[in-house]
């Protein structure tokens, strides 16, 4: 079965700093990979996904996300954060019929 | 286009209480999800659905957790004795197929006294 390894659980940054999170999953077979948001009393949302082509994805609100095969990673981005980026983001592999998510990253930016 | 409706949105019982969530995804979508996301964790699939059919329900603690879709549209989630270890967000989500993204609802919070 398929999972998902996300680092430094809490995350807290001022505005302007960019942010990277880690993502690190194992599967042997073809992968879809997708990256969720949830905003403070919000439902999960997409941020973005990667199903094949460019490595480098672009998804809402400047996030950006590299498919690195070799190190089975697929780190999320963004140059500049604002105080509107505090959320929980959520790696997750879908592979074997089953999205698998990660543990998560709380981020917090403040203003 | 509305979105996946859940309810109830928080629902607080007695152990051996049983409990129900009621999910509605999102119109023709045909694959249902229901997840169990604890504190500090990501979402972790409990049962999915192909139209009516439980297509993958491998995680789903059958000695007291049960589901049904009927019609292949709404679906409900029950719980019969819930137990402390319950507590937790149940979340449903609904695709166009099982590879698509999926659409997640506001999920059900449920704590377990």
């Known amino acids: 079965a398929q999972s998902v390894s996300q680092h430094n659980h809490h995350v807290i940054l001022s505005e302007a700093a960019s942010l990277e999170l880690g993502c690190n999953y194992s599967?042997?077979?073809?992968?879809?990979l997708f990256w969720y948001v949830q905003y403070p009393g919000q439902h999960l949302q997409l941020l973005l996904k990667?199903?094949?082509?460019?490595?480098l994805v672009k998804g809402i609100k400047g996030f950006e996300a590299e498919f690195i095969k070799s190190k089975f990673s697929f780190n999320l981005r963004k140059p500049s954060v604002q105080w509107s980026d505090t959320a929980e983001y959520f790696c997750?592999?879908?592979?074997?019929?089953?999205?698998?998510f990660g543990k998560g990253n709380q981020v917090v930016v403040i203003p | 286009e509305a979105g996946v409706v859940q309810s109830p949105r928080y629902k607080i019982i007695e152990k051996k209480q049983p409990v129900a969530f009621w999910c509605n995804p999102i119109s023709g979508h045909n694959t249902l999800y229901w997840y169990l996301q604890n504190l500090g964790q990501g979402p972790e699939l409990l049962i999915r659905y192909e139209n009516e059919e439980a297509v993958d329900d491998s995680q789903l603690p059958k000695d007291r957790f049960s589901a049904e879709r009927l019609k292949g549209v709404d679906s409900t989630l029950k719980i019969q004795p819930a137990e402390l270890g319950d507590s937790a967000v149940y979340l449903c989500a609904s695709a166009q197929g099982s590879v698509n993204e999926q659409f997640f609802g506001p999920g059900t919070r449920l704590t377990v006294l």
């Open positions: 599967y042997g077979g073809t992968v879809n």
């Open positions: 990667y199903f094949s082509g460019d490595p």
């Open positions: 997750a592999v879908y592979g074997n019929n089953r999205l698998a």
